[in-house]
């Protein structure tokens, strides 16, 4: 039985509670980051915990735990648990005030609820879908207009999911006046001959950590960056392309709406780029 956090309390997950009326079960009120574990260690903390304090300002919601408190937190979760490769999810919402109501509660009465859990997941890094890739297929965008805030608000990419599930693929990649934003749960890129393509950051899509570092490491890898919109069919006609999330770290796609990429297979330096990461997260995690 896993031990989880709520509220500065350290429980079993079977005797962990949540107000019925807190905000973010009735009103999706609430911000979240996973974090990835690899060999024991935190992979990017420090970005995760920017990415919420940003989240949290945003909204205008009151900070929960310190960088530190945190940081704590998550280890102890770690050693508790005993997780090797997984996952650490947080979730902080507005609190429950006391009784449903639109109208934001006084964060000086309402502290905000923090939730934090692992989940295990041996061989992380080793994913087999890394060694055969994904299949996409494009669905409209029909989200809120402030992706760029990492909320709770998750119940259209679980559709998505569940759209390229019906269809026996993998994953969906979203798109917005003829443009792809992003993937259900990850950023979406393309491989031209040496350049990297992705969207630029703004509010259309999640300001992700992995895909921060990666831009980085493009570098080590002898790629160019390019960020601009791009269409589905550009994607088609590229030599690979892949996404990149927290817990699938980089990740090849095969296949966009039927259409093969290259061979079908996934290319050599989406691959590098997995690699890279890894490699260098490992050396940094904490």
């Given amino acids: 039985m896993r031990t989880v956090y709520v509220n ?8 962990a509670k949540v107000s019925i009326f807190d905000r973010a079960f009735l009103m999706a009120d609430g911000v979240y980051e ?24 945003e909204l205008d919601m009151p900070e929960g735990p310190s960088r530190d408190e945190l940081l704590e937190i998550h ?21 429950a005030p006391g009784d449903r109501d639109f109208v934001f509660p006084d964060p000086a009465t309402t502290p905000p609820t923090v939730v934090l859990f692992t989940q295990s ?29 990492k909320t709770v608000q998750l119940l259209y990419p679980s559709m998505g999911k569940m759209i390229a599930k019906a269809q026996g693929k993998d994953d969906v990649w979203m798109v917005e006046d003829g443009h792809v934003t992003e993937g259900s749960s990850n950023n979406a890129y393309f491989i031209k001959g040496n350049t990297i393509v992705t969207r630029p950051l703004s ?9 921060a570092a990666v831009l980085r490491f493009a570098e080590e890898a002898q790629m160019a960056v390019e960020e601009r919109l791009f269409t589905i069919a550009e994607a088609q006609e590229a030599d690979e392309a892949f996404i990149t999330s927290a817990s699938a770290f980089v990740m090849p ?16 330096k989406a691959a590098r780029l997995r690699e890279i990461y890894l490699d260098e997260s490992r050396k940094v995690a904490i």
Avoid: C, M
């Fill in 121 to 149: 997941k041996p061989g992380l890094a080793d994913d087999p879908k890394a060694k055969v890739g994904l299949s996409i297929v494009s669905v409209d965008d029909l989200r809120w207009s402030r992706r760029d805030i």
């Fill in 34 to 57: 996973v974090t990835s574990v690899l060999d024991g260690k935190l992979v990017d903390f420090d970005g995760h915990a920017t990415r919420l304090a940003r989240s949290l300002s």
């Fill in 8 to 15: 500065g309390e350290y429980l079993p997950e079977t005797e």
């Fill in 203 to 211: 509010n259309d899509i999640l300001h992700g950590i992995t895909r």
């Fill in 253 to 268: 796609v095969v296949e966009i709406d039927g259409v093969a990429l290259g061979d079908g297979k996934p290319g050599p």
């Fill in 75 to 95: 280890r102890e979760l770690v050693r508790i648990n005993e997780v090797t490769d997984g996952l650490v999810y947080l979730q902080i919402t507005r609190g």
